[in-house]
Structures are given as structure tokens and as C-alpha cells.
């Protein structure tokens, strides 16, 4: 007896039609699950019809199958895009021979060859020794994607459905908001949609605070007049529903929003995702932009990368946006572009670099001076364990003091509390490396020579400061015993980018 419940006989029988077996063997299968169901002793209406139009399919070799229920709009539009499996599809109650007779899905195979190395469509998965290939009691050689074997079945013979129904948007006519651009902000957005119109891989080096979110706006408004359907996909669920806020308010139009926690689909062709969804999408977006791609968790997963590859059309463009790039996203693309000023044309401020600790005078005497000049301190530390030591401490001296981690259930508040400036000192991990703008900032690195702090991380970090036009300045500190390579590489690409925006004359 193979079955437990009854609910695998339905699932072995969509697994069986809709494999790449030998017709005289999906025949000879669905007989035995037959058998093995009469075994069972329990009768089912919906097994019976299923078996029987399946088994007629077959028998007649006809892919049509007949069935009088309709899909489910409400299913479509939370599904559309996506890759779907059988038990996926089972759990959701969907009959799944209307999916097949649907010209909008179409069958694929997740595991297939390419010059006789398997890969995964899924995943992206080229690794050969993470494939693993038997043969089965029907002599088929079977492989399956052991990196996608954790959470999925992935292999060369069960098929997943890819639907990619056509939406009917209700966005007509977008306009430019009111918003003013720089001269060069303006160039690189004509850049941006050159790119696009011609289906290219691109790569906006932008340093934090140049305004990308405005200089993406003219290709978003020329495909989506045209009907064609976007995703914006950030690595952090926060900036998700930050920017789907801005856009919703800038053009007064309705945006997918999809996050692990949050999903709210309207009949949008503008999607707004965390890279993390966008692993469950297949050839379906027009043009796809990512944001922050050197960010966790993004950067360095082989899957989260390998995710808007798969999930664009064939031929279509992809924009990066980044302030720090890596070697490989800027290998990847066909063209770059650099906007190496901000919005408001002042430089970068750059950081200073002082051989010290957090309970040593020169930390005391940067915050008093900030203070005393009216101006609010971040303080970043490398560990959150170290949040509560150093909160401690200058407790001694200040007030309006609080730390904030990724773990903190009053993250939002206290994040709220500087915004409103209820708090003159805020201590912090990497968490707030990005995605926030105070003004009167400056800001101090603690431990800067930290393994966690990356090259990366600390140009995000000195990026907080100097972002408002009435506040462009700022003073940064890196606190280390020694100067390291992130921290050498960092100072010398902040002031790369002062050296390139003097060169080109933008800067005021």
C-alpha cells in the first residue's frame, strides 16, 4: 500500500500526467493508482472525475481536458508570473487541468541541459556535484537539484506551471511628477531609458543621496504607458513600503507590494518586491530594477542573484542601482553609469579616521561638539551585544540616548523618535546603514576595523550624512586601532567620487 490519506491519490495522478514519461507508462501508472485507490476503501467524487478525465486524455492522447469550473480571478492575480507546483496548486484547491488547458500557462521542466551540463531553473544552480541522477523502475533517468532539495523537489521529469495571464492595468497617461532634477540627474535617467528601449543590462553607480528613486521615474512612466510590466525589487522589506509609498503618491496609482509578511495585489502592472519574492517569478517581467545590490541579504546569494535573470522575458533589460557596486554586478552589465554628486551638488562629506575606543575622551569630545552645535549623533557598533555597554556608559553623560537593533521590537519607535528628534544620540548595528536620512547628523563608527564592517558598509554609514540641501555637511569618524583595507577602501572611493564629480564640473 503506497498511500497514507487520501489526498495523495489526487497528487499522484497529476504527477503522473503531467511528467515526461512515455505515454503506454503514464497510462500503465494511472491504472495502478486506480487500483491502489479501490484498496483504500474510501470513495471520492472528485478522485473519480479526475482519474477518469485524465485517463481519457491519455487514452484519446488529446491535451485537451474538459472541466466546468473557471479559474479563480483572485487566484490569478496573487499567482500571476509565478511557478507553480502540483502541490502548490493542490493545496490552494485549484483544479489543475484548467491551468493546462489555458493558453496563458505553460508547462516547464525545472532541471534541463545545456551541452550536456544539468542546471536548475529555479535556482540558477550550475554546480554539477549538486545534481543527483538515478534510474527509476521504468529505466528513466531521473535528476534532481539537491541545492533546491531542502524545500523543493526540483528535477527533469515532474513539471511546474508558469502563468502569465495579461493584466489589464489601469494606469493610462503617467506624467513626470512635479519634481526638479539636476542637470546630470536628468542625463543619466535619459541613459537609463536609452538602455531600456534597447534591452540592455545596466548599472547606475550612484553615490547615497543622489536621488535614484527620481532618476528611474521617466523609464517606469515610458513602459508602463506602454503596458508593459515592471518590478522594483529592494533587498529590505522596509524600503519596500517606503518607496511603494512614494511612487503611490508621486503618479496617484496603485503598485503590487509584496514582502514575506505583506502582500496587497491590485490590477497593477508595477510591482514593488523584496529580492526575496522575486525568486518565485519566471519570464514574466518586462524589465525588472533592483535596488541596493550590494545589500544583505542580496549581495552574495547565488539564488537572489540568479532570481531577476529568470524572472525577466527573454531579451529584456534589467537596471541595477547601487552607491557601492561590486566587481561582479559591474562585469555583469553592458553599460555603467556614475552619478558621483549628490542631489544638492555638495561633495561627499569624507571621514576621519582616529586610533581610539568608545570610553576614550575623543568620542566624549565629538559628542559634545555635535550637541553643542545642534546636531544629533548615530553611532554605529559592530555587534548588538555591544549596544547595551556603550548605551551604559554615555548614559553617564547625555540624556536623550537610546540603541536600536534588527531585533528590537520598538525598532519603528526609536527610528521615529530621531526622526523627530526626541533622541540626540542614537547607538545602532549596520541595521541603519542605509534607508534612513536624518539631518543635522554626524556620525561616529565604533570598532571600525571590525570584520562586519565592510567597505561597503561604512561608505552606506558615511552616507547618512550631509544628505539634506540645508544640511549638506557633516562630520564622520571611524574609530579603530588599526586602519584596515575596508577602511583605506572606502575613504579612497568616497574621495574617487569628490575627485570624479570636480572633473566633471558638478559640484557647486
Known sequence: MYYKRQSEFISSLYNVYFSNYELNIKIDLLDKIFDEYKKFGEHSEDFEEIFFNLNNSLRQNNKEITHKNNIDNKFILENNGKLLSIEYLLNKKVKIDLLNNSPHVTPVLLVAKDKNNFFCKYCGNKTQNLFFSYNNSFKKNITYCKKCATNLTNDNLTYHFSLNFPIKSCVQNLTFPNKLLSTEQKKISKQILNSTINGEKSLVWAVCGAGKTEIIYETLIHLLNKNKIVCVAIPRKDIVNELANRIKNDFNMNVNIITGDDKQFTNSNLYIMTTHQLIYYYKFFDLIIVDEVDAFPYNGNDVLEYSPLKSLKENSPLVFLSATPSKKIQKSVDNIFKLPIRYHKHLLPVPKVYKSKFKDK??????????????????????????????????????????????????????????????????????????????????????????????????????????????????????SNKKNKAIKSAIKEIKYMNALAKHKKLCR
Open 362 to 479: 575623543i568620542v566624549l569630545k565629538f559628542i559634545d561638539s555635535s550637541l553643542k552645535n545642534n546636531r544629533r549623533v548615530l553611532i554605529f557598533v559592530p555587534k548588538i551585544d555591544m549596544l547595551k555597554e556603550v548605551v551604559d556608559f554615555l548614559k553617564n553623560y547625555y540624556n536623550k540616548i537610546d540603541c536600536v537593533s534588527s531585533i528590537d521590537p520598538k525598532r519603528k519607535e526609536k527610528i521615529s523618535n530621531m526622526y523627530t528628534k526626541k533622541l540626540d544620540i542614537l547607538v545602532t548595528t549596520t541595521i541603519l546603514e542605509r534607508g534612513v536620512t536624518f539631518d543635522y547628523l554626524d556620525v561616529i563608527v565604533l570598532e571600525a576595523d571590525h570584520s562586519h564592517f565592510t567597505k561597503e558598509a561604512l561608505i552606506q554609514i558615511s552616507g547618512r550624512v550631509g544628505r539634506k540641501d540645508y544640511d549638506p555637511q557633516g562630520t564622520i569618524i571611524f574609530c
